[in-house]
């Protein structure tokens, strides 16, 4: 089993992983099952989160001598398709979680407070998605006043905040009643694989299954797609799309050397 041995700056910081709820906690409820799948789904968000921030003050400018547009475009792709996860991930929350939680519970306002979380940092994820559009690769500056460094640090301390708030919040819901709560669980897991469009599904794919460690504590199901997908990502929908060599994972949940960072990183077995 892949380990990251000290002092190696991989993609497990600088944010801090969610710790698996399952791993310490022993329940048949469901909502133990609901917060343990959403602290996996909220580390892949943290994981490529973390390879963007490790990643991006090694990508040579064009100033650099080793400058090459097209590891820029690529990065600039990478942060693009991460913002898109992350809108998506928010809007299946929103357009029916909440909602619905709400509804079955009979505490319409159950899910308020992270729902209200959302509107911290999406001005800043916006900013982050209009600069990783419509920057050139030779604008493309990590550090500065106008650089991707200080959009990220305008708002990824209040998501961070949240995505560990809101496992939390999942684990205080153990008197809800359990089928009510897998229904609704369920259904939304179904609404998010068929919401969106096939630009959505090739994109998201390979940054699910390349920010899912599986050498993570309990993280060797997650997440739930068929055997074959690594498969179908790594023989077609990554073919010949350079943005997924910034993955922290290989397409199977291992564990690997960051693509651009610090000489010595190395992940070894």
Not at 63 to 78: E, R
Not at 110 to 124: I, K, Y
Not at 194 to 200: A, C, R, T, V
Not at 222 to 245: E, I, T
Request: glycine share 8%; hydrophobic share 35%.
């Amino acid at each position: 089993m892949a380990t990251k041995s000290d002092p190696i700056p991989w993609a497990d910081g600088p944010f801090s992983l969610i710790e698996t709820p399952s791993v310490k906690r022993k329940s048949d409820h469901f909502y133990l099952k609901a917060a343990t799948e959403m602290a996996h789904a909220h580390n892949v968000l943290i994981r490529s989160l973390n390879a963007i921030l490790r990643q991006g003050p090694h990508i040579p400018t064009s100033t650099d001598p080793k400058y090459c547009a097209k590891d820029v475009a690529d990065f600039l792709n990478y942060v693009r398709c991460w913002v898109q996860m992350v809108h998506h991930h928010h809007w299946v929350e929103e357009e029916f979680i909440f909602p619905e939680m709400g509804k079955f519970s009979g505490k319409p306002g159950l899910m308020d407070e992270p729902r209200h979380q959302h509107e911290s940092f999406q001005a800043g994820l916006t900013n982050l998605e209009s600069y990783s559009i419509n920057t050139k690769p030779e604008q493309f500056e990590w550090k500065g006043p106008q650089g991707m460094e200080r959009i990220i640090g305008s708002f990824s301390e209040q998501l961070t905040g949240h995505l560990y708030d809101e496992i939390e919040v999942l684990l205080t819901m153990g008197d809800l009643d359990s089928e009510e709560f897998k229904k609704t669980w369920l259904k939304a897991e179904t609404i998010a694989k068929q919401s969106g469009n096939l630009k959505l599904l090739v994109e998201m794919v390979p940054l699910v299954l390349g920010s899912a460690d599986k050498t993570y504590e309990g993280g060797e199901d997650f997440p739930p797609f068929p055997w074959f997908m690594p498969y179908v990502a790594h023989y077609g929908l990554a073919a010949r799309n350079g943005s997924w060599r910034f993955n922290p994972c290989d397409f199977w949940g291992k564990p690997r050397p960051l693509a651009f960072g610090d000489s010595s990183s190395s992940i070894e077995d």
